[in-house]
């Protein structure tokens, strides 16, 4: 089994190589062979590999059904890789997660959903809520020392100590969101895995939710894998930039780099969709086409059938992620210098 390693703190937390995942999603046995179909698979996430340092923070972006819950998912360990994995801390993160040092690292590493309603139990206390994973873990026994420590939770999120006595409905979706911050806090993790934290808020709440995420990793010095559907949202909290595309990174770049020169024409379409965002004076084009097919993905370079700079070349062979210019792109046209 492998233990901890004691790395230098400067080498990356988080290291995710080559992860893939695929699902089943074939007929059931019995219709399968009557109707001689054979297995069929999807390919929801497809040799994604990232890095994300301590302290620091990674967005994912990309249109729905990219795979972006899934790698969120594999990553705290509730899917199996088909393929790949992550090192945490050192760590064979999916070793650990099947062994006894399970526990340990599900202690480190917390997610936070889109839906906070949804994610709490709303028959619970939110004190109920906040105290399950300091019982779960044996963090504290003594009632009147978990008591304190919800209260403590409940104020580093903004909200009142007295919260604790009310119930998940009593709450604004915005309230809602940092109990359930407060929750994933309660173990005090290093990583926080955040799956569309405010998609589900008004955009006036978006920002006070976002402010209080930010406050918590300079004040902890919190890693977050960051998911997000909204640009400017992206950029508010980022440090680099994963653009994904039919399960795979299409282009990873820092921060300032991918907003002020995006490589990747699909990078280059999201930005172009958003008003005010890319260079000034230029006209929002709204995003082009529609995500093909999951089941039956096109040829070579996925993005090809809604790309301006597609040629032979391109449906033919998938372009694999290179490093060009400190920036890492899956593109034959910006690889051969043609955009
Ligand atoms: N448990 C599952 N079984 C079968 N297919 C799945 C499962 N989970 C996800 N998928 C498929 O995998 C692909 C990626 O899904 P995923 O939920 O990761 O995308 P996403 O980028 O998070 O999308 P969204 O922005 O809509 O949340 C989709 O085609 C989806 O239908
Ligand atoms: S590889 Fe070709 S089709 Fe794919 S994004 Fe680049 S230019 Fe467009
Ligand atoms: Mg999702």
Not at 88 to 109: P, T
Not at 119 to 139: C, G, M
Not at 316 to 333: D, M, N, Y
Request: charged fraction near 25%; glycine fraction near 6%; include cysteine.
């Amino acid at each position: 089994m492998n233990a901890a390693v004691n790395t230098v703190n400067t080498a990356p937390l988080v290291v995710a190589h080559d992860l893939a995942k695929t699902f089943d999603v074939s007929a059931p046995w019995l219709n399968r062979v009557l109707e001689r179909k054979p297995r069929t698979l999807l390919h929801a996430v497809d040799g994604v590999s990232f890095e994300i340092e301590r302290g620091r923070t990674l967005a994912l972006v990309g249109e729905s059904g990219c795979g972006k819950s899934t790698v969120a998912r594999l990553l705290v360990g509730l899917y199996e890789p088909t393929r790949g994995g992550m090192r945490f801390d050192g760590q064979d993160a999916q070793a650990a997660y099947v062994s006894r040092e399970g526990r340990q690292l599900r202690r480190r590493i917390q997610m936070i959903f889109q839906d906070p309603y949804a994610s709490l139990n709303p028959r619970w206390l939110v004190e109920q809520i906040i105290a399950e994973p300091l019982r779960e873990h044996a963090i504290l026994q003594d009632k009147d020392a978990i008591r304190e420590r919800v209260g403590e939770l409940l104020r580093s999120v903004g909200l009142s100590a007295l919260d604790m006595a009310k119930y998940p409905h009593q709450f604004s979706g915005g309230q809602r969101q940092r109990i359930s911050i407060a929750r994933a806090l309660a173990t005090a993790p290093e990583f926080l895995v955040c799956d569309e934290p405010t998609s589900a808020l008004d955009v006036s709440v978006q920002a006070q939710v976002l402010n209080i995420m930010k406050d918590l990793q300079r004040e902890r010095g919190l890693t977050y894998l960051f998911i997000s559907h909204n640009l400017a949202v992206v950029r508010h909290v980022s440090d680099q930039v994963g653009v994904m595309y039919l399960g795979r990174l299409v282009e990873l770049a820092d921060k300032a780099e991918l907003f002020a020169r995006p490589r990747h024409p699909y990078t280059r379409m999201l930005l172009d969709a958003i008003p005010q965002m890319h260079a000034v004076g230029r006209a929002r084009t709204p995003v082009q086409g529609e995500v093909p097919n999951p089941l039956n993905p096109p040829t070579g370079c996925a993005f090809h059938p809604r790309c301006p700079h597609a040629n032979a070349r391109c449906s033919a062979e998938r372009p694999v992620l290179t490093s060009i210019g400190g920036v890492r792109v899956a593109c034959h046209a910006v690889e051969e210098g043609r955009i």
